[in-house]
């Protein structure tokens, strides 16, 4: 790669020439034009002076500069394999009286090496905390150097060393390691002038182990008699935690033919009642050990049960949804009745409750009140007739005292208070 600057000189008896810019290991062309030159002669010579070419003659033995184009107007030489040593001022003379003279500074790129990424712990385990370092030497000037995370950019912390003429560049990156980093790509590119068309770059793959994560897929969803069903033990951790192990509330699988373990698969070719239970599947490597649990409940089978023409004399059977929760139930307690009814039916339990709650309190309260109001009331009350009566020695004397009251019935008059 090589490119030219800004012109040097005058017109006329002046020579012209321009800067150069060449990556290490390329070549170079120096030109010097004249536009009215009198057949005098062109030189070049190198920034320690030396002269390279007169005209078209060859002064300095130097396999790598040759002569390209010698005119009265034009003296072009080429420097093939450029070296950091080439960079510098070269001169163009025109023999003229006096001598007159332009200058063109030739620049080198220093290429930066291939990166190289160290401090990678293979494997590393999860939450580790490991620092990545990339380095390039021999750039000039001084390269870049950029973190991918698979294609995304990360930053990373830089350090640049000068190296003589050229410099050492160096990026670090902290990670804290999970198990989202397993299998993920970690990028080191070296960004420079003298790589624009190819640039260099290193990746290393972070490998993480962990401790194993499980959980239970199924299917069908509601299982009934005589049905098919399929657990899955889905366990990732690295290493992979082969085998799993199935066991049926907390002891070993029962031996049946149509209960099948093949790999992380338990399988039950035909279900029946006595299959009710917790079932789990568990998961180990070096890191650790995991578990996951799932409640069976089978259903009975809908085709198999005789019409009903009366009202069921028990509630009914909850949704059979219900039952895909992750609770252990003791199906030998509950029978072949559904190990969630009573906590379906708690609310409806509690609302009647509520109710008669209610109404037995209101009846206790209109009961004080109303002996509250009798008590205040209470007393003993007597007629004119009742009162005659007492005072009389004999019956006749009262009746007479009966008959008489009666003319005072009008100015005795009872109160209720």
Known sequence: MASKGKVRGASGQHPLVQNVTVTEGGTANLTCRVEYNDNTSL??????????????????????IELVRASWSELTISISDVTLS????????????????????????????????????????????????????????????????????????????????????RSSLQLHVDRNDDGVAYTCRVDHVALAQAPQQATEVLEVHYAPHVEIIHSPAVPQEGQYLKLECVSKGNPSPDPVMWTKDGTDLPDLDRVIVE???????????????????????????????????????????PPSTTPPSHPIPPDPTAL??????????????????????????????????????????????LGRYLARHKGTYLTNEAKGADDAPDADTAIINAEGNHAHAEEKKEYFI
């Open 43 to 64: 030189q070049w010579s190198n920034p320690a002076q030396q002269t390279l070419f007169f005209g078209d003659k060859k002064a300095l033995r130097d396999n790598r």
């Open 86 to 169: 080439d960079e510098g001022m070269y001169t163009c003379s025109l023999f003229t009286m006096p001598v007159r003279t332009a200058k063109a500074y030739l620049t080198v790129l220093g290429v930066p090496e291939r990166p190289e990424i160290d401090g990678l712990t293979k494997p590393a385990k999860e939450g580790d905390y490991i620092t990545l370092t990339c380095m390039t030497q021999g750039s000039k000037p001084a390269a870049d150097l950029r973190w991918f995370r698979n294609e995304k950019e990360v930053k990373g912390a830089k350090e640049v060393n000068a190296s003589g003429k050229t410099f050492t560049v």
């Open 263 to 305: 790999g992380r698969e338990l399988t039950f070719t035909s279900l029946n009642k006595t299959d009710n239970g917790t079932y789990r599947c568990d998961a180990t490597n070096h890191l650790g050990t995991s578990s996951a649990q799932y409640v069976l409940y089978v259903y009975d089978d809908p085709t198999t049960l």
């Open 324 to 369: 895909l929760g992750s609770h252990v139930s003791d199906p030998t307690v509950t029978g072949s009745r559904d190990p969630n009814a009573l906590g379906q039916h708690s609310t409806d339990h509690a609302l009647i409750g509520g109710v008669v709650a209610v109404v037995v309190f209101v009846t206790l309260c209109l009961i004080i009140v």
